[in-house]
């Protein structure tokens, strides 16, 4: 079995996280979300995997190379322009050799149950209770009828989720088509029937604040994994302390929590649950930290206060800084969404000392 993910698009809506990477590579859990992509393909058996790359790929090549890591075989297409998931698909074409095959998205995290639920020709759905923001599969004696692209008036609540299997045949209707959705609902009216498998795990990640959201449903831990060394700190729950990181006295640690490798945690800092905190991360004494996704190489000065936030890559936090949480009304796509956030630091920022940075930052 083979499978292509398309993992060539930028991610405009996550942006600043998007500046320097593509969306597929915006980690949760300490873990990019392509990752979880590979993960799944690699637990149901599929080894021969083909990645549609286009917006920063270098990022994605870089970190996967050829799959070995993971136990599979990754080859790399080139979207050179984003032009659809149709058009990505399509540069992946001489790389399929099999009858039928796997398509992904590589910014929506699924699981292995998912992948081996799908027969030839069917598309994998979830019942959403916002089903107009997706595509939505009109459904008629278990067979898809068509798919219909954010309707204001959706006529289920099926939302594609963006995984299919298809055959070889996809490729001769794409033609200058550039939607997969164009090309299935073509296919649909001239004969082909698809069918449709309810996605066991789906997670998509649209906004910048659906990233807190997504990591803290990762977290998906059995007890505590401690690889670092603790000193005379209180762990409970579910945390992960990797290779190399110190945890040092008084600290007070609540899961579910991950911290990666060689990670310092400094002295009476408390972690509160739902915080992942990358590789080579300063966090220092007497921090509060909770509900946050701290990237790598970022540095935490002392006495600051951290609330549902995502800071990013190589980013420097001073001393005596708050991020202060709250519900606020923040603008995407000419629609008003009402969330509670604290701040979004994107990749290499610096926060001068005693700053305080206001919800929704």
Known sequence: MQAVILAAGEGY????????????????????????????????????????????????????????????????????????????????????????????SGDNIVDSKTVESLKPWTVAYRVSEKPSKYGVLLVEDGKIRRIIEKPDNPPTNLINVGVYHLGREVFDWIGDRRDLVDVLNIMIENGYEFGCAEANLWMDVVYPWDILRVNDLAMDLSGKTVGGKVESAAILGDVKVGNGSVVRSGVYIRGPCIIGENTEVGPNAVIQPSTSIGDGVKIGALCYIENCVIGDNVIVKPNCYLKDCVIDDGCVIGPNCSAISGQVELVADGEIHRVRAGAFIGENCEVGANSVLKAGS
Not at 23 to 33: D, F, R, W, Y
Not at 35 to 43: D, G, T
Not at 59 to 67: P, W
């Open 13 to 104: 809506r996550l942006r600043p996280f998007t500046a320097n990477k593509p969306k597929v590579m915006i980690k949760v859990a300490n873990k990019p979300i392509l990752e979880y992509v590979v993960e799944a393909l690699a637990s149901a058996g599929v080894r021969d995997i083909v990645m549609v790359v286009g917006y920063r790929r270098n990022r994605i090549i870089d970190y996967f190379e050829n799959g070995e890591k993971w136990n599979v075989k990754i080859r790399y297409a080139v979207q050179e322009q984003q032009l659809g998931t149709a058009h990505a698909l399509k540069q992946a074409e001489e790389f399929v050799n099999s009858e039928t095959f796997l398509v992904l």
